[in-house]
């Protein structure tokens, strides 16, 4: 009966779509959580929270709790009563919750099917979005992929607020159709970061056989070093950075720095350490963490960003950001590389 329930739930629930065949419910999304997630997980914390999805979905329908049950009331009448598990971390038993839970409120429910789609849809948003800072689900309409470049004094300079697919090859064309180059700047202000894998390419553009990050998974870590040879030749790299400056971006700052590979200006980064793995759903995509990152010294990048070389923020801070540092440092920049600094 229980692994009926379980069928049922997960027909009820699934919500998005990997591939055009293959359908991720919400047992699935547990399943992730339990084998994927680095860190221990409160499923009475998350769960709970999944079902205050009924209470803003329906408004004659309420989930209430107490430390040892969960009560479904219809307006004022009691529909049912459920016993919550003790172990608070347990997936298995609070999927069984969840499943008792909403198979009792769509008995007693006249929503139709297409309602309890944006129920069901609504109750993953509600537990990915309270699993860390991070996880969340996002349209697929998201920033715009776009690198903007010029050639400043004969420095390149590169800016773009994110790192998307194609990222990495973009950058190397830049660089190869521009051969007398002296310099180049990458302007990672305002950069939140995104594809992991675009900023283990950038770092391996400039890295010769060098460690760019390690990342630590439940059970295992990953080491990620650069293959390629350095494409710009040795030239100076200037990296521009301030507290906006997150994920992706921090990963290739610290390893071009830690590496002597690159001078860092700017104010300190953000700190997500943290690196999601994508699942797409039928009108946008879910980023559940699955790794922490750290830099080629083993510096924890979560929560502690990276600190700059050289500091421009008011008053010289290396954490608070000027206002108006944005063609100051980009002068600075240029100024270090054409006179050989760093």
Known sequence: MRLLCLFILSMFLCSFNARASEAISIDKLYTILEQSYPHNINY???????????NSFDKDYRVYNS????????????????????DNNSSYLWKSVLTDIFLTYQNYSSKN??????????????????????????????LENKLNYEVKNN?????????????????????QNTTNAEGLILDFRNNRGGDFNEAIKVADLFLDNALIT????????????????????????????NNKTASAAEIVTAALSEQSRAVVIGTRTYGKGA????????????????????????????????????????????????????????????????????
Do not use: W
Request: aromatic share 8%.
């Open 44 to 54: 009475k914390k998350i769960s709970l929270l999944a079902t205050g999805a009924i």
């Open 113 to 142: 099917l297409e309602n309890n789609e944006q129920l069901k849809n609504l109750v993953l948003e509600r537990i990915v979005n309270n699993i860390d800072d991070y996880s969340r689900i996002e349209s697929n309409n998201s």
């Open 275 to 342: 690196v999601q793995s994508v699942y797409h759903l039928k009108n946008s995509k879910m980023y559940i963490t699955t790794a922490l990152s750290y830099t080629p010294s083993g510096k924890m990048i979560d929560n502690a960003g990276i600190t700059p070389e050289i500091c421009t923020g008011m008053n010289n801070s290396c954490t608070i950001s000027s206002t108006n540092n944005d063609s100051k440092d980009i002068l600075m920049a240029i100024n270090l590389i054409k006179n050989k600094l760093g």
């Open 155 to 175: 420095v390149i300079y590169i800016k773009s607020d994110i790192f998307y697919k194609g990222y990495s090859n973009d950058i190397k064309n830049i660089i």
């Open 67 to 86: 430390d040892t049950k969960a009560f479904l009331y219809h307006k004022n009448t009691l529909l049912k009563s459920f016993n919550l598990p003790v």
């Open 214 to 241: 390690y990342c630590k998974e439940k059970d295992k870590t990953h080491y990620y070093t650069s293959k390629n040879g350095d494409i710009f030749d040795s030239k100076k790299i200037v990296i521009l950075v």
